[in-house]
């Protein structure tokens, strides 16, 4: 049984002979086992010469970070079908764009997403680039969703390095530096196992590998055709990998959320506003309320803070955690008097059902505590 050294600075790299039977067990693995996904051509759709759509494959890169494939599957199906085009998405309103994201989440992904449509259909008469450079001098495209959407749109050689590749390569590696201090060697290693002759196929393949195979907890070392590559099962303490430092606790941010509503049944609408472009949930629709503090202590009282001066009642707490902090809100809802002039910059949202609201999850779990 062979293993692939653990990559230190003094580790050598896997012999040419290794790297070539790695490609062709992961390829052959692949052929049989890879993921169906609705913005994927399978290796015997690009055999039977179906080539890929770039528009699709970008607008599926973008959607796949920081999400999963279950979750980010309803949202692309849903832009498809109202932007078929990258065309179609340059030209609709940013508003109209930014509703149908909510819920997936990092929301600078969605202002980037209609900044690098327009740029696209503008700039570049609709067609992508399909050098990294070109890539990476688009909104919203770093380093490595370039090298994705280089692989798997245009088949062209590349090195895509996502969470499941990061985890794939520490293992067959054995890699002891923690992340996020051990980027540079992971990138490094995943480079020099890329299939040239496949890249496309390749870059699927080591993704899927990971998502379905070398999972987080209980790897499937059994059914994986790199178990006689990999230093970690050779040592048998695979789960130890990737080392990761050590987390930090997150803080903690308070706020007040005001929900206003009118009507009833599927007529309900609420009070709302666009936040700043720049900043958390930037661009995106939110109830009133008052800034984020560290303090709850500092926070203005519910009559100096409320949007209108309406017969306001408690109506609970909701918490949201975001990468970097958890949110706590206090939820206060009031009937709107028609007598009373809506804020600057307010309009109503109809929210039956919630989840066409165009509101973020926060917002969301506020307007239900509300009502």
């Given at each position: 049984m062979s293993t692939v050294s653990a990559l230190r600075d003094d580790a050598a790299s896997p012999a040419s002979g290794d790297i070539a039977a790695m490609r062709a067990r992961l390829l052959a693995w692949y052929d049989r086992e890879g993921r169906t996904l609705p913005w994927r051509i399978r290796p015997e759709e690009r055999?039977?010469?179906?080539?890929?759509?770039?528009?699709a494959v970008w607008l599926s890169e973008i959607m796949l970070q920081q999400t999963t494939v279950p979750h980010a599957a309803p949202y692309y199906a849903k832009f498809l079908s109202l932007w078929p085009t990258v065309h179609d998405l340059a030209n609709a309103p940013r508003e109209e764009v930014m509703a149908a994201w909510a819920g997936l989440g990092y929301y600078a992904r969605a202002r980037n997403l209609h900044a690098c449509a327009q740029a696209v259909s503008r700039e570049l008469a609709g067609v992508f680039p399909s050098d990294l450079e070109g890539l990476r001098a688009l909104p919203g495209i770093g380093e490595y969703t370039a090298h994705a959407i280089r692989a798997a749109a245009f088949n062209l050689p590349a090195s895509v390095v996502d969470a499941n590749v990061e985890r794939v390569i520490t293992r067959i590696f054995r890699i002891e530096t923690p992340l996020p201090s051990a980027k540079p060697q992971i990138r490094k290693a995943a480079a020099s196992l890329a299939d040239p002759d496949r890249p496309g196929d390749?870059?699927?393949?080591i993704m899927d590998l990971g998502a379905v195979v070398c999972t987080p907890r209980a790897p499937s070392c059994g059914a994986c055709p790199w178990e006689v590559h990999c230093a970690a099962r050779a040592a048998g303490d695979q789960e130890r990998y990737p080392v990761k430092a050590a987390k930090k606790a997150k803080p903690v941010r308070h706020g007040l959320a005001f929900v206003v509503f009118r009507g009833s049944g599927e007529a309900r609408e609420v009070l709302a506003r666009t936040r700043p472009d720049k900043g958390l949930l930037g661009g995106m629709l939110e109830v009133p309320g008052?800034?984020?503090l560290d303090d709850a202590g500092a926070l203005p009282s519910p009559e100096e803070a409320a949007p209108l001066a309406l017969r306001w009642r408690e109506a609970g707490r909701v918490t949201h955690v975001?990468?970097?902090?958890?949110?706590?809100?206090t939820v206060f809802a009031a009937p709107f008097d028609a007598r009373a002039s809506l804020p600057d910059g307010a309009r109503?949202?109809?929210v039956h059902p919630i989840r066409a609201a165009g509101l973020p999850t926060a917002m969301k779990k506020a307007v239900q505590a509300a009502l």
């Open positions: 055999a039977a010469g179906r080539a890929s759509d770039p528009y390749y870059a699927q393949a008052t800034d984020w975001f990468t970097h902090f958890e949110l706590r809100l109503w949202v109809g």
